[in-house]
């Protein structure tokens, strides 16, 4: 197999297209899919080395597969990590890059407006195993302060959050988990890798679920986890290699075709989005609206300095509660109502019914997500067509 070069200094769009692709000897134009458990060897001295490392090549497909591969060095090379790993979904790779390096007696400091099963994992699953956890209010550096302790091992972040889109400080929240000698995830899915570069802002690991924009068409779900080599070496290869969270070959193809196209979509779908808050912005209809790119969004500042430009998500409340905002939903009839995000179709969300129906209603009232609020990930579809279908759906609400 030879390697196609792509070299940092190419631009993401290139990068995008042909970053980690490894030709057979038939020099496909398009990356083969690998759908193999295993491999065999020419000799048992072969199989020998293999295993013990000293003979580079692809051992079992539970932890190492050519189509893989691919995706993963595509993503390394996007991200600006080191290297990657892709799992089977996004809460695998939340879970892994939390959960591996750390055992009990450890501590975790987490922001508290977290996607729902996130949030199940930092709060829930973690104490059970004697890892104790902490969660703040993420906007607020003096409460990440105040938590940290000398066990704090990890902190765990979401910028922009579901759903409410607020916009956290990387290098502030860094900046204290490192004097800690703690390390910080970010999970970076609502900001796509096109608007947001987490490890050059100081974080130290990236998660995505690529079940949203890195597919972007619906079709499978997937995660990564990027950072050093060191921290793959040192928490995640033996634990992914034990016990199995891994990506299927053909997933991880649909992914890498995926990415061939995440920038002309992103780009799109954000150029969309920031046209339809705008219109929202003045809708007597609208009690609030925050979009990422927008001069009256909370921390409009912050967004300017960490981010490349707004965001494909929109998060708004209908006026008259959760009645009117199930009957906008209820009235849409391009965007759909579904739980998903990212895709080429609009999809609209009721958090509070739906991903965060779990938390008890003042909690998710303390999180912003109220009754009548409503997110919206804005798709590929003619952005007047977009327009014209809310307007009219306000209009019934
Ligand atoms: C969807 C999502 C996840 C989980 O990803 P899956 O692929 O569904 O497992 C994690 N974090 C965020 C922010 C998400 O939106």
């Known amino acids: 197999m030879s390697e196609t070069k792509s070299a940092p200094r190419y631009h993401p769009e290139t990068r995008l297209v042909h970053s980690g692709t490894l030709r057979s000897q038939f020099a496909e134009t398009s990356e083969a899919l690998f759908l193999t458990q295993g491999y065999v060897y020419d000799t048992a001295e072969q199989c020998e080395a293999r295993f013990k490392g000293d003979d580079p090549g692809f051992i079992y497909s ?8 691919m995706f993963e060095q595509r993503m390394a090379a996007l ?9 089977a979904t ?11 390096p750390l055992k009990a007696g450890d501590h975790v400091v987490a922001a508290k407006a977290l996607f729902g099963s996130c949030r199940y994992v930092v709060e829930d699953l973690l104490p059970r195993y004697g890892i104790e956890s902490t969660l703040v209010d993420g906007l607020d550096l003096d409460q990440w302060r105040k ?13 922009p959050t579901n759903p409410t889109l607020d916009v956290l400080d990387i290098g502030g929240i860094a900046e204290i988990a490192h004097q800690a000698g703690a390390r910080l995830i970010v999970d970076n899915v609502f900001a796509t890798p096109i608007w ?20 972007g068409q619906g079709r499978t779900l997937g995660g990564v986890i990027l950072s050093s080599n060191a921290f793959v070496q040192e928490h995640l290869q033996t634990f992914i290699r034990q016990t199995g969270p891994s990506i299927s070959p053909f997933n991880a193809w649909i992914l890498l075709k995926g990415l061939e196209t995440l920038g002309v979509r992103v780009r799109q779908q954000t150029d969309s989005a920031a046209a339809i808050a705008e219109v929202l912005a003045s809708h007597p209809k609208v009690s609030r609206l925050v979009y990422p790119g927008r001069p009256d969004h909370p921390q409009a500042a ?6 490349r430009a707004g965001s494909t998500l929109i998060g708004f409340e209908v006026k008259g509660g959760k009645a009117a905002a199930f009957r906008c939903l209820n009235a849409l009839k ?8 990212g895709d080429a179709k609009s999809l609209v969300t009721h958090p509070a019914t739906t991903t965060h129906q779990r938390l008890a209603p003042e909690i998710r009232a303390g999180l912003g997500i109220g009754e009548s ?3 919206y990930s804005v798709g590929l579809e003619h952005k007047d067509d977009l327009i014209e279908d809310l307007v009219t759906a306000l209009e019934k609400a």
Request: net charge positive.
């Open 79 to 87: 991200e600006g990590a080191e290297t990657a790993r892709a799992l």
């Open 147 to 159: 938590a940290m302790r000398p066990n704090t091992k990890t902190c765990f972040i979401e910028s």
């Open 373 to 375: 609020f409503i997110r």
């Open 62 to 69: 539970r932890y190492s597969n050519p189509t893989v591969a």
């Open 196 to 215: 947001q570069s987490p490890l050059a802002l100081g974080a130290d690991v990236v998660v995505y679920s690529a079940t949203k924009h890195i597919d």
């Open 90 to 100: 996004g809460m695998a790779a939340v879970t892994t890059a939390i959960l591996a």
């Open 302 to 307: 912050l967004v300017k300095k960490q981010m």
């Open 334 to 341: 391009i965007a759909r109502i579904s739980n998903n995000l």
